[in-house]
């Protein structure tokens, strides 16, 4: 197998496909990337590259760049997941302890004693990260959740459930990682507040955004009317995971609490995790769409004259950017990243609760001009180029 380039000294080790390849995307067009690793990888031609399940496990932006995946290996464990019927947890562990195997056989090819930097994501790394610092190499952490705050968060939640938790092992490679890695990279203070409280030293952190790949340039303008009715609603959009972490359960004691008589209607889109109570799924006013293609969304975005993302706990939340960038004022809670400016493109919840979203949703109908002057402010958003320089100069700050 050919070594990887010398003149270009990072390494990006990845599970999935998530933000498509985004931050391997990013130090490439930075040109810095020597070598990135993944678990598939399907480019255009390949037998398995137009098979549902594995669709986009491929990034031309990432072409001229050396890819290694086991994609034979990956594969077969799947097979055996499948037929074990392993719960997610156990799946999840499985995946990531075969790729961190293969890959540290990859990285053990790799004679140069050129310095290198590895970058990996959280809860698949340490393995790599030894052997990385054993070579002198660099080490950056992609911490892509709040962590064990995000899982207790959501035994709060549930009190009364038996609800499954990853075993005590998997947070303890986790804490090996976060003690390995030279620098930890976080999308949103949120995220790195939540570490700070779980002991992760402060100084070790980076905050990078997400970047924005969505359509861009002229909005269609928003049209508001001087008051809303019953023949034109306000029109609320909840896009995303329908799951209790998302803060759906309050939503729902909102909707509750709102008269029926005042003009308002929720579309609810996105993957359903949670049970739905029955009397919000009969309300006239409540709209499930079940799961979309990204591509249909826009429709939902263009339609909307408010967008609610009530979460308790969210790394980042893209979704925002992508009610932003179509001009959706938002009404968010404090714990994602940053994206509203409160009364200048939305609001931000004092709290989680029935009587917050119920106060801010009310404020929104009895105030369309408001919303049509939150519609119009505009934000710049981090771009794959910036956020590439980021990445490649966490050492220099």
Known sequence: MAEVPTSKSWICAQIGAREHYLVPRAIADAG?????????????????????RLAGRYHPALSSTPVWAPNAQMLALEAQLRLRRMDVFRQTIARNRLFQRAALRRLRQITSDAPRTLVAFSYACDQLFA??????????????????????????????????????????????ETALADVIVV??????????????????????????????????????????????????????????????????????????AIPICFDFVGPTAM?????????????????????????????????????YSDGFALTQMEARTMGVPIITSRYCAAIVRHGVNG??????????????????IDNPAALAKMAAAREDFPTVQSIGKDWTTVFDR
């Open 32 to 52: 810095q990337l020597a070598l990135f690793m993944t678990d598939r990888w399907l480019p255009p031609g390949h037998p398995l590259a137009l098979t549902k």
């Open 131 to 176: 052997y990385a610092k054993s070579r002198g190499w660099r080490t950056v952490l992609d911490q892509i959740d709040p962590a064990l705050s995000e899982e207790r968060l959501i035994q709060r939640l549930h009190p009364a459930d038996d609800l499954p938790r990853w075993p005590a092992t998997y947070w303890e490679r986790w804490r090996a």
């Open 187 to 260: 999308n949103s203070d949120w995220t790195r507040q939540a570490l700070v409280d779980q002991g992760v030293p402060d100084d070790k952190m980076r905050i990078i955004p997400l970047a924005y790949e969505g359509a861009t340039g002229p909005r269609t303008p928003r049209h508001y009317p001087a008051h809303f009715d019953a023949t034109r609603p306000m029109r609320v959009l909840f896009l995303g995971q329908i799951t209790q972490r998302k803060g759906l359960y309050p939503l729902f004691s909102a909707i509750r609490a709102i008269d029926p």
């Open 275 to 311: 049970a739905v109570p029955e009397d919000i799924a009969r309300d006239s006013r409540v709209r499930f769409h079940g799961s979309v293609p990204h591509k249909a969304a826009r429709s939902f975005y263009d339609q909307a004259d408010v967008f609610i993302l009530p979460t």
């Open 347 to 364: 609001l931000l919840l004092d709290d989680v609760s029935a009587s917050a979203i119920t106060s801010a949703l009310m404020h929104c």
